[in-house]
Antibody, heavy 122, light 106 residues
């Protein structure tokens, strides 16, 4: 069964660029079955989709974050990554990576990592 | 931007049926998915494409979607079903989540 593990900096300062990596085990990131997604959850709040990437590099992002988001895939390491620029306290959240089955209207997130907490504070 | 709305909380007695709604403009023309998130854990997909259950999800979880409302139904609710539940849909190139419904099993 697929397993996903996020890794990240933990604590950041405002205006820095957040870099997160999701390591995939139990399967190949080059699988044609999946997109790979990022979702975040501010403390005590709901879920927000950040963006999704296919192993060949095609991406689509939440328009509310689009200009700050960069995603990439490293097939040699079976990893995918997220960069979020110019972070503020509003970006403080638990960041999840997840597998996405289906596209667009049929898309859903069926396996999730345990999440990594990112805190933005001066 | 598209929004889906959920009630903040639903209470249910053990063995009874819990219904959680998710409302959005013409939501019935889209697919709804539902996620269960227990305290301190990652979300788990319990319903996709309105009414399909992933492997391993108990039959007591079911879904429907028509008009402007999608509904997640938990039949014979058990104490282990106490959790936050989120609906999710797709609109204008964005995956949108509801704000979540806390299900309390009294």
């Amino acid at each position: 069964q697929l397993q996903l593990q996020e890794s990240g900096p933990g604590l950041m300062k405002p205006s820095e660029t957040l870099s997160l990596t999701c390591t995939v085990s139990g399967g190949s990131i080059s699988s044609s079955s999946y997109y790979w997604g990022w979702i975040r959850q501010p403390p005590g709040k709901g879920l927000e989709w950040i963006g999704s990437i296919y192993y060949r590099g095609s991406t689509y992002n939440n328009p509310s974050l689009k200009s700050r988001v960069t995603m990439s895939v490293d097939t040699s390491k079976n990893q995918f990554s997220l960069q979020l620029s110019s972070v503020t306290a509003a970006d403080t959240a638990l960041y999840f990576c997840a597998t996405q089955l289906g596209m667009e209207v049929a898309g859903r997130f069926d396996f999730w990592g345990q999440g990594t907490l990112v805190t933005v504070s001066s | 931007s598209y929004e889906v709305t959920q009630p903040p909380s639903v209470s249910v007695s053990p063995g009874q049926t819990a219904s959680i709604t998710c409302s959005g403009d013409k939501l019935g023309n889209k697919y709804a998915s539902w996620y269960q998130q227990k305290s301190g854990q990652s979300p788990v997909l319990v319903i996709f494409q309105d009414n399909k259950r992933p492997s391993g999800i108990p039959e007591r979880f079911s879904g429907s979607n028509s008009g402007n409302t999608a509904t997640l139904t938990i039949s014979g609710t058990q104490a282990m079903d106490e959790a936050d539940y989120y609906c999710q849909a797709w609109d204008s190139y964005t995956y949108v989540f509801g704000s979540g419904t806390k299900v309390t099993v009294l």
